[in-house]
Every structure is written in structure tokens, then in C-alpha cells.
DNA sequence: TTGTAGGCGTTATCAA
DNA sequence: TTGATAACGCCTACAA
């Protein structure tokens, strides 16, 4: 008993009995068995990270968040549980969750959920949750566009309605506001053969001199190819910014001109952030946008 | 006690009892905890996963492993801990490990390891280990260079004492020799910067109807780069073969005719061996080659 | 400030 | 075949 105090709350032991059994704590090589601990706190020290996407197991944009989040995990004796089997979600035995991939129908089991949430991703539900900063992320690109003289500005965004798809629209619409000029969007699935069919069919409307910024670097190698299959010179006449810098970014020849999210980093405040909710019982914790970094590569002036 | 028995030992239980308990288990939505299974049994339903060598976070190679294994473990009511830091290793309180990055020097200390230990790579040491089948690997690549009809056929190698080189160098070796050919192998350091320069300064001495056999992709990529610079023609003149599949062969432009490891199935593979091997404490598990595939793309005649 | 008793949920062991 | 008891190692609650 006198050991768990020392460990727990030292400052009702004291000093010389504390030494002493820091001592013989050292001596013995004691090491507290995290498994009676959880017992004894109804604790399991594990956190389970539920991706309710389909997983493109080729995509590596989950495997680095889930990197990132063993990573913020590792220090504190917590473990970590993969769940991405919609159908049978195993949600017992766990101190707490890192969701990712929620929709608005997602909440209605999310809101039962007995232990700490954190969600990977803007949601306008009042959970806490960590993101990229979408909006900042899209008007430093934008900016950088304007500052290197382009005259054509025009947004190739994705056709969802989710928080992470108007943010980006709003750093752009925000930033030509701003310098009085008309913003221009056009919305597609998230697959580069759609924004290449969109700028080949359209290509006569479009002059010298325009960039797309696009919602991911998934459109952004699809405007890619098709301003090289038109003809169109990168990065002089036309340029190119995508979003993500998560692999697909160097796929492209040119490598893109992208903003480039932090995913490791996101992870580990993922973990840390659940770590300090279940410590203060569950306690509101906000939401944390992480700005991006507009990384120069070869899809746009310099 | 009974419960116990029926989920550990249903075969000690009548039928009738055992149906009436089942029957309880439903209606009460009955859990086993786990965190007083492991207090009892002296277990604690963690394994740790120790990378050994510098994780470079760019690099997804180990990111896709991880994530292989955290689905090969999360039926069983496993969960994962990832350690990287050499320094400090914390290594208790986990049912067994999974090692990758091990060198002969590592021996010493993975043989006082207490719980059951698999091994990513091959080894000569005799522990249990999953591996790609490195020299089939690289047979299969050799035999398609032959069956192209290219001339000469060069491996480009990295400069280590390891044993998945060794084996890609015999896959190598041991066609070329089946086919009255004689191997010619230069190793270097794993840079695409290397096999780049190797290529750009001997140059001259490469006839047309050449294919370089790569260790790995990125010195196939540097192969790619310095053949395009001195203006020779791939696939028609110059062949190059890649070996691994994961992120870097689609990076080049031709993408790479690469031997593509089954990367996240070879993580779940660990997982069940280890978890396996937990399960018959501690037998012998054997060696695992899983048989990697020739994937065929724009850097080899078709 | 320190020590004692009891309980967390499971399983091994022994008794019925 | 089934049930009772103790033990796993820690923590809360209470007593000294």
C-alpha cells in the first residue's frame, strides 16, 4: 500500500519512508503490473482507433496516421487496437476511442459511447477532434498563386458535403475575396481521371496563365495530365496545387506543388489528446487544427 | 467458475450446463474482462513491435507492416505497442515481440527475452521468422529478363552483410547459372544517388539490350534516371527490375517493373504466428517465405 | 502518516 | 461433473 502512495500521491508519504521505498523499488527492478492496475481501476489501457472508411489498403494516408498514433501512445504504457470492420465494431474493452471517417449517421452510436471520443477530421457535432487546418491550408495556396502572377484561378473541389470540403472552399473564396477577384469552383468525385476529363472537355475556356487548386492531390495529377496531354506547359502557362502531400504528391512528373499535411504529427496529438481526456475523466478537450505547409515542388512558378 | 469452463474447458461441462450458460452469456450480454484474465493468467494481451533500425516517417515500408499487424491482431482481443526507441526499450509487460531491423550484434539480448519472440527478415540464428521469399523473388525477375531476350543481364546490390541480400543475390545467380550465363554483380550503398552515378560513369560499357536486376526500388529508380539521362530508351534498349512494391515504384516515370512484397499480409502473418506461438508457449514456429509477385509495368519490355 | 481489509473478474486447485 | 476457495497485484476506504 505504502508503494502504490509513493507512486500515486507521494505527497502523503513522507520524505524518508518515500526514499526508502524508492530504494528497494530500485533494487528490486519493481515494475507495477499494468494488468492488476487496470483491474483495479476498471481501466483496460487500451484505446482502439475505428477507421469507418473503406481502407484502400494501398492508400497510406490511414497506415501514417496509425503510425502517428502508436507513436503518441507508445510512452504510456497504453496499447492500441485497430478496428476497421464496420459490420462487427468490437467497442468493449477500451479507455477510449480515435474515430476517423464519421459521418452525420455515425453520431447516433457515437453519442452511446460510454468512454472517451476523439475524432480524426472537422465535424460540426461539438466533438472534440484534431484536423488539418483546411481553410489556412488553402489560402496560403491561394496567395501563393496571386504572388506568382497567375491570372486564373480555379478550384477543382470535391463533390461532399463534409466540414473538410468547405473549409478548403472557404480559404480559397476568402483569399480572392480578399484581392477582388471572382472565385471559380468546380466540384467532381475524388479521382484524378475526373478532373482530367473535366479540364481536356473545357480546355478552349481555359487561358495561359491559370492555376488549379485542387481539393486533393488525387484531382491535382488528374489536371496534371491533362494540361500535359493538351499541350499546356507546367508551371509557366499553367500551374498546379494539390492538397495532401501524402504519396501521391511524388507520383506526378512534375512532383506537385502541394500543401502538405503533418499526418504523423496529427496522429500522436491524436493519442495524446485521448490520453489527457481519459485522465481528466473525460473532460471537453476542443478542437486542434494543425496548419499545413505549402510544399514547392514543380507544378507551379518559384 | 462454470462460465470459466465453458469458454476454456467446454468439454469438462455437460451439455445441458453448458447450453444454460451460453443461454445466460446472451441474454446478459456477458463480456469476458480481459484485464482479469491477464491479472490471472499472468498475461498481459499486449505484443510489442520493436523497429530496430531509424524509422524514417517518409518512408512507408514499416508504416504498411504495422498496419498488417494491427489487423492480424485485432480478432483476438490483442493489442499493439510500437516501440522504436533503441535506447530505452521498454520490454515488460508484453505477451511477445515482433522484431524487425535485427542484426547479428541484437542476438544478445533478444536471447534473454523472456516471452515468445518473432522475427521480421530472415536470420541465420535460428529464431522463427516471416520473410519474403527473396530469392524466388528475384529468380522470377531474372527469368523474365531471359524471356524478353534481353542480352545482358546486371545486378545492382546493396552493400550489406545480410542475409534477405545474400538471397536475392542467389536468386540472381542461381537462373543466370541455370542458363549458361555468367552473373555480374555491383553492390553499393541503398541510394538511388549510387546506382545513378554507378550507371552514369560506366556507361559506355553497357551495350543496348541491357536489364539492371535492382535490390531494391529506390536503386532501380536511380537506374531509371541515369539510363534516361545518357539518352538510352527504356524498356526497348534498357530493362530495370525493382524489388519491393511499396511507394517507390510508382514514384518513377516509366512507373517501375517491380517484385512487390505483400507487405500488410505479411504483418498479419507475424501476428498470427506470434500469436500462435503465444497460444503453444513458446514452440518453435519454424521459417515463413511468402512469395513475393513480378509486377509488370513500364520499365521492362512486355 | 501509515497499515489493514476487501474487492476488482478471472482461473487453478482441490473438495464434494 | 460441478462447486468452493484462494490467488493474481493493485487501489479505495477506513482504522490505527
Known sequence: MTVSRVINHPEQVTPE??????????????RPNSAAKALANNRTNVIKFLIL?????????????LFGIARGLDRQQYALQLVTDREHLDLDHADGY???????TDCQWID????????????????????????LGEQQATEYALAKNYQSIIF???????PFEYSREAGY??????????????????????????????WRKFARNTVFICAS?????????????????????????????????????????????????LGELLARMLLQKIA??????????VPPKLVLRGTIRT
Not at 19 to 30: D, G, K, N, S, W
Not at 98 to 104: C, Q
Not at 280 to 289: N, T
Open 17 to 30: 519512508l518515500k526514499q526508502l521505498v524508492e530504494q528497494a523499488m530500485a533494487i528490486l527492478h519493481y
Open 53 to 65: 472508411e473503406d481502407v484502400d489498403t494501398t492508400e497510406p494516408y490511414y497506415m501514417t496516421l
Open 98 to 104: 480515435i474515430i476517423t471517417g464519421a459521418r452525420s
Open 112 to 135: 452511446q459511447l460510454a468512454k472517451p471520443v476523439v475524432l480524426f477530421g472537422e465535424n460540426r457535432h461539438g466533438y472534440d477532434f484534431i484536423d488539418t487546418d483546411n481553410k
Open 156 to 162: 477543382l473541389g470535391i463533390d461532399v458535403r463534409e
Open 173 to 202: 473564396i476568402n483569399t480572392l475575396q480578399r484581392h477582388q477577384k471572382v472565385p471559380q469552383i468546380h466540384r467532381m468525385g475524388n479521382h484524378s481521371h475526373e478532373s482530367q476529363h473535366f479540364i481536356s472537355e473545357n
Open 217 to 265: 492531390d488525387r484531382l491535382a495529377l488528374g489536371a496534371v495530365r491533362a494540361i500535359q496531354q493538351n499541350g499546356g506547359r507546367i508551371p509557366n502557362d499553367f500551374g498546379v496545387i494539390g492538397f495532401d502531400g501524402v504519396f501521391l504528391d511524388q507520383v506526378s512528373n512534375p512532383k506537385l506543388t502541394t500543401v502538405k499535411q503533418p499526418v504523423v504529427q
Open 280 to 289: 481528466q475523466s473525460g473532460a471537453q478537450q476542443g478542437e486542434l487544427l
